[in-house]
């Protein structure tokens, strides 16, 4: 009797992975196992079973797996279920092992996440295809159970797991993820996540901020572009080219990019697209000297602290060209004075530090002058202090170096709370949503202590354009080059466009003129 086995089974087995060395690292972190035989570190061979790298002892189920928690998030076409797949495929390979491939529909699982699977496993591997209960069950006696998660409830799995793939997991319910997760237990199984991303969807909270910001043990992720695919950056380059000239920048980063995007009420959006110092060499070009920092240089730590949140602390480096954060600290549950020398620790030092903290903080302050620092009283108006930090980082003078991920990630997931009561009329005031703000409050308290502003880009009657709102400083930049017309003739109220009220100077008498170089204050 003829085997039944899945459509699609087998077409790409033989088809190479190309070099992604995102998708690379991927499959290595999840080959790793710790031997305790002989406390050594080593990977799973070819025929997916794990032997100790000193004694040669096989012990796969045996053997803890160093990353237990992996995610794999990238743009559209990425690759990333296709390494998703890959890496199922290489478990299936330990006999007699049970995993679970897991979509947020059966209509995703059906139409890309099994195909792509399937496409990759040999024909002689298989014994038999169930396609009423959607299991695959391989002649080593390994099993593949396929789920969709549309209700969360099917995750509650009745035995054992020793491996789950997730794919598109930004879209499967949470609670499915949570109901699942006691099944791996019984064998230290791995659960691996492949996604696109859907702004700060859940994926980031419980895989990729655990793995690339915490550095959590046993969690393991990494991000990359749609580019980054071999495939794509051979045959689609110009495609990805032309969508990245004619699409939203917020919508391509998400989609092509696999950055994570707030599309609503976002506090500072852009403004964080070049603010970032993601080397050395980039925060050298603003401190000298790094990653040394000269003890004679000025610094600003802003602190905000609170029983029911984290205590925060942001140390911010004064540079001729701006302002540079460079230090984060964010500890729970502790006492003012072990904050204080958590920060000592490990923040750079300095013979002149401004210390600022929220005026209504009077404990902390009491707490600190205890100890010889006087912590300055910040101005605690939450929107007079975004429009101080949105000032200086339009200027392009406020910088975060790679040092500080955590301050970078709450400055860009930091939107703005629903603003409308019940019946539909505005609140009075807007208020930022109070979820994981304590860095981005420290930057607040910091920038509204410190008695600088930063250089700033003027027209001829003293106002400052880069704080005015989008449509006005275009209403502005219009009337000024309408003001002479195509043919440099200045326009009189008798010409149709001629600009109304005060909104523009005379450009050939007064024009624009631009501050000295530098920033004023830091004599």
Not at 118 to 123: D, Q, T, V
Not at 283 to 300: G, N
């Amino acid at each position: 009797m003829a085997k039944r086995l899945p459509p699609n089974i087998g077409l790409d087995c033989q088809k190479p992975l190309l070099y992604n060395p995102y998708q690379q690292e991927f499959l290595k972190a999840r080959r790793m196992r710790f031997a305790p035989c002989c406390k050594k570190i080593g990977f799973c061979g070819s025929d997916g079973l794990f032997r100790c790298p000193s004694c040669g002892r096989e012990q796969t189920m045996t053997a803890p797996r160093v990353f237990r928690r992996l995610g794999c998030f990238a743009g559209r076409r990425g690759g990333k279920s296709v390494v998703g797949a890959h890496g199922a495929r290489e478990e299936m390979l330990v006999p007699n092992s049970l995993g679970w491939v897991i979509g947020p529909t059966y209509k995703i699982l059906h139409d890309a996440t099994m195909p792509t699977l399937f496409k990759l496993i040999p024909r002689e591997w298989c014994a038999n295809w169930d396609q009423d209960n959607m299991e695959l069950t391989l002649v080593n006696g390994a099993m593949v159970q396929f789920r969709s998660f549309d209700d969360p409830d099917r995750g509650h799995a009745g035995v054992g797991v020793h491996w789950a793939w997730f794919d598109e997991a930004a879209f499967i319910n949470e609670l499915g993820w949570d109901y699942f997760r006691p099944a791996l237990t019984d064998f230290g199984g791995a659960a691996f996540f492949t996604s696109s991303v859907d702004g700060y969807d859940w994926t980031y909270e419980r895989i990729e901020k655990p793995a690339l910001i915490d550095k959590k043990p046993g969690f393991w992720a990494a991000k990359w572009r749609t580019i980054d695919n071999p495939y794509m950056a051979a045959y689609r380059s110009a495609e990805i080219e032309e969508a990245r000239m004619s699409m939203p920048p917020q919508l391509f980063r998400q989609e092509y990019e696999g950055e994570r995007e707030n599309f609503t009420g976002s506090v500072y959006g852009d403004y964080l697209d070049t603010a970032r110092l993601d080397n050395a060499a980039e925060v050298a070009e603003w401190i000298p000297e790094w990653p040394r920092i000269d003890p004679s240089r000025r610094m600003i730590i802003g602190l905000d602290s609170g029983a029911d949140h984290p205590f925060g602390g942001v140390a911010i480096v004064v540079t001729d060209k701006g302002l540079v954060a460079v230090a984060e600290y964010l500890e729970r549950m502790r006492a003012f004075t072990t904050h204080l020398g958590g920060i000592q620790s490990t923040f750079p030092r300095s013979d002149n530090i401004m210390w600022a903290a929220n005026r209504n903080e009077a404990q902390l302050r009491m707490e600190f002058s205890a100890h010889g620092i006087h912590v300055a009283p910040a101005e605690n108006d939450q929107v007079a202090g975004i429009q101080r930090v949105l000032s200086w980082l339009y200027t392009g003078q406020f910088k975060v170096a790679y040092t500080c991920p955590r301050l970078f990630e709450q400055l860009k997931k930091l939107r703005w709370a629903d603003n409308k009561l019940p019946s539909g009329e505005k609140k009075d005031r807007e208020k930022v949503y109070k979820v994981e703000d304590e860095l981005p409050d420290c930057v607040r308290y910091a920038l509204m202590t410190w008695p600088a502003l930063p250089q700033v880009h003027l027209l001829h009657d003293g106002r400052d354009l880069r704080v005015l709102d989008e449509r006005t400083r275009w209403e502005i930049e219009r009337n000024m080059r309408l003001s002479k017309g195509d043919g440099g003739q200045e326009l009189t109220p008798a010409n149709k466009e001629y600009p109304v009220g005060d909104f523009y100077g005379n450009p050939e008498e007064t024009g624009e003129y631009y501050g000295e170089s530098g920033f004023y204050g830091l004599g």
